[in-house]
């Protein structure tokens, strides 16, 4: 069995790259990656090998804690890119929320890019490259999730 110092060393650098990421303020991500190795050694006893390698054990927690990091997270751009040609809404606990719960009816990949794209700020190209997919399949799910944020926001 791989000891807790182990996969810290093994998997440090690559946990905090996801998170930084995906997050970014510097000391939230911090906070997460920190967040995510003790959840890690926690359930270290339960991990069973039989079902997962170590590092997609870790991959899952990671984007698990990341996930819910947003999810729990009381404050979201305001998307006006796509709302442009609509008056810009109040951003009341109320729009917050329903915003929160626009991001959470797109598909993960969806919410990622859109996450990647208007909170952290990263042009659509370099968010392809951090997902791993070419440029137009980004533009192609931007689009989609857009459309589907929309759908989300008219349905009220």
Do not use: C
Not at 87 to 100: I, R
């Amino acid at each position: 069995m791989i000891s807790a110092e182990q996969i810290y060393a093994e998997f440090h650098t690559k946990v905090s790259a996801y998170v930084r990421g995906k997050v970014a303020n510097p000391h939230d991500a911090e906070e997460l990656v920190s967040a995510v190795f003790l959840k890690v050694y926690q359930k270290l006893d339960s991990f069973d090998p039989a079902r997962a390698s170590i590092s997609t054990w870790i991959y899952t927690i990671t984007r698990n804690t990341v996930t819910d990091f947003f999810r729990t997270r009381r404050t979201m751009v305001e998307f006006s890119d796509w709302m442009a040609d609509e008056p810009s809404p109040d951003l009341t606990d109320e729009a917050l929320d329903a915003l929160a719960d626009a991001l959470l009816s797109l598909n993960e990949k969806e919410r990622d890019l859109i996450v990647l794209h208007y909170y952290n700020g990263h042009t659509l190209k370099t968010v392809a490259e951090m997902m791993g997919m070419s440029y137009i399949n980004a533009k192609v799910i931007h689009k989609k999730a857009l459309t589907g944020l929309r759908a989300f926001y008219a349905a009220g």
